[in-house]
């Protein structure tokens, strides 16, 4: 899968920082003009930067690069997460989605499984998914674009989201630790997840297992102030039994 063979280019290049076609094509088994098609693809997507016969690596660190690497990063953990978060929401809720794939995936598998919701997002993609969905109410607070980010932000945006008593705050994340609660490196989103889970009676965090132990530079919210994190199956006992002991419930199947 073309997926696949991005993030093997990317994560050997953070490794080496420079590779050949050659080394590229070896590495995913492929011929080097499959590779060189990727890496062309690559380039234009801001992913790497591509030189005369290889690539080098993108300065960026992953978490912070354009949404197009972070889409196909841990796809399948997403995919588990949104089926999971489905036995926490109820046809006729209202229900918030920040910005990132994570929210993206939930907004395509809820548009599949629930007849009638109110869905309020500042996620373009999410918009974009939740649209064809005639018989759910989207709102989608004003404000300004982050291209990056493919979403709304702003002073404006948050005040429209705090006009909604919203059931059920879905807020995919950064990081996750138990000496900083919830944290994220999207300065310009941050305003926006707070004022989701000021709105809401029950906050879900959404957070792979990459995410745990990870902590970013902008604090959104105390582990004191969400009910409940969904995970993937990667998550071990004993990280289960430590957010536990500080009254956060992680739920993986």
Excluded: W
């Excluded at 280019?9 to 076609?21: D, F, N, P, R, S």
């Amino acid at each position: 899968m073309q997926d696949g063979r991005f993030l093997k280019i990317i994560e050997y290049l953070k490794e080496h920082q420079t590779a050949t076609l050659a080394e590229l094509a070896e590495l995913n088994h492929v011929s080097v003009d499959t590779t060189r098609r990727d890496v062309d693809k690559m380039d234009q997507a801001k992913m790497l930067r591509k030189v005369r016969g290889g690539a080098v690596y993108h300065n960026d660190e992953l978490t912070t690069q354009r949404v197009n690497i972070r889409k196909i990063s841990n796809k399948e953990e997403k995919g588990q997460i949104a089926r999971l978060l489905c036995n926490y929401i109820v046809d006729g809720q209202c229900i918030a989605l920040n910005s990132g794939n994570t929210c993206a995936a939930v907004a395509q598998y809820l548009v599949e499984k629930y007849f009638r919701l109110t869905v309020i997002t500042n996620n373009l993609q999410a918009i974009k998914i939740l649209s064809q969905k005639n018989d759910f109410m989207l709102v989608v607070p004003g404000g300004i674009v982050d291209g990056k980010e493919e979403a709304f932000y702003g002073e404006m945006c948050e005040k429209e989201i705090r006009k909604y008593n919203i059931d059920v705050a879905v807020l995919g994340i950064y990081g996750i630790s138990l000496e900083k609660g919830v944290t994220d490196f999207r300065i310009r989103q941050s305003g926006v997840m707070q004022s989701m889970l000021e709105s809401a009676s029950k906050t879900i965090v959404l957070a792979d297992s990459s995410k745990f132990g990870k902590v970013s530079y902008v604090n959104v919210c105390d582990l004191d102030d969400i009910n409940l994190v969904i995970s993937d199956q990667k998550i071990s006992d004993e990280v289960k039994d430590q957010y536990a002991a500080r009254g956060v419930e992680i739920v993986t199947e």
